[in-house]
């Protein structure tokens, strides 16, 4: 990775110093930039300043980082946000309630599921049939184990087959989608034991991986989480394609 290398990551969400995730981001970004002998920008990019194309906005970065604690003051800028990262080909990682709207965006964008289905129970209660419905169990501050697809990029960042992972949601994957993430481009890598599905990754592209679970968290226990550190590497070499 060459010297010097700075590239821009947006955190894209409405930012909270009261929320755990949002005061472990930062360091996380830190640790993952020394671990690999980078160094990094990272700018926080609240929903609202997002139009419905959030392209004009997140066009000087390099990489999105959609965060967690919704509902999200602008859910279309939001939804925008992941629609630029999937479709321009810029790393995305997406935690928590960017698990939940990476998988929004796709279930409307490319699914083409009517709004009815398209739908996130926490912002429409009376959706009959949503994609994000509430878990049959709380995950707000607990933790479980992630078991991992082999071959995957999360395999292969964490070197596992499965990691110990912290959690602060109530809603997640309807099950009922579950078999649509068995085929096609966006594929679930990530399971709990009961075989709920906890992880995302978008087939063919450079790095797009979004996880219920908040890998952010082992920051402020001083780990760097290795998710993270992949991240990074991602928006370093989407760094050096931009300086040609």
Do not use: K
């Amino acid at each position: 990775m060459p010297s010097g290398l700075q590239p821009r990551i947006a955190l894209v969400g409405d930012h909270d110093p009261a929320v755990t995730a949002h005061r472990a981001i930062p360091e996380a970004l830190r640790l993952a930039a020394e671990a690999c002998g980078a160094s990094l920008t990272a700018e926080w990019i609240h929903t609202s300043a997002l139009g419905t194309d959030a392209e004009p906005v997140l066009a000087g970065f390099d990489a999105i980082w959609l965060v967690p604690n919704s509902p999200y003051a602008n859910t279309a800028g939001a939804l925008s946000a992941i629609r630029v990262a999937r479709e321009s080909g810029r790393p995305f990682l997406g935690t928590c309630a960017g698990f939940q709207h990476a998988i929004l965006e796709y279930a409307g964008t490319v699914w083409q599921l009517d709004p009815s289905r398209a739908a996130h129970a926490e912002l429409d209660p009376d959706a009959p049939d949503p994609v994000i419905a509430p878990l049959a169990c709380s995950l707000v501050e607990q933790q479980g184990r992630v078991r991992f697809a082999a071959g995957s990029r999360l395999a292969e960042l964490y070197g596992a087959d499965h990691a110990m992972e912290g959690y602060h949601c109530n809603y997640g994957l309807n099950p009922r989608y579950a078999e649509r993430l068995e085929s096609g481009a966006l594929r679930a890598t990530g399971w709990d034991d009961g075989g709920e599905v906890r992880a995302v990754e978008l087939q063919n592209h450079p790095f797009f991986v979004a996880t219920l679970f908040q890998p952010e968290r082992a920051a402020l226990d001083g780990r760097v989480p290795p998710l993270v550190r992949g991240f990074v590497v991602a928006a370093c070499r989407a760094g050096e394609d931009v300086l040609g």
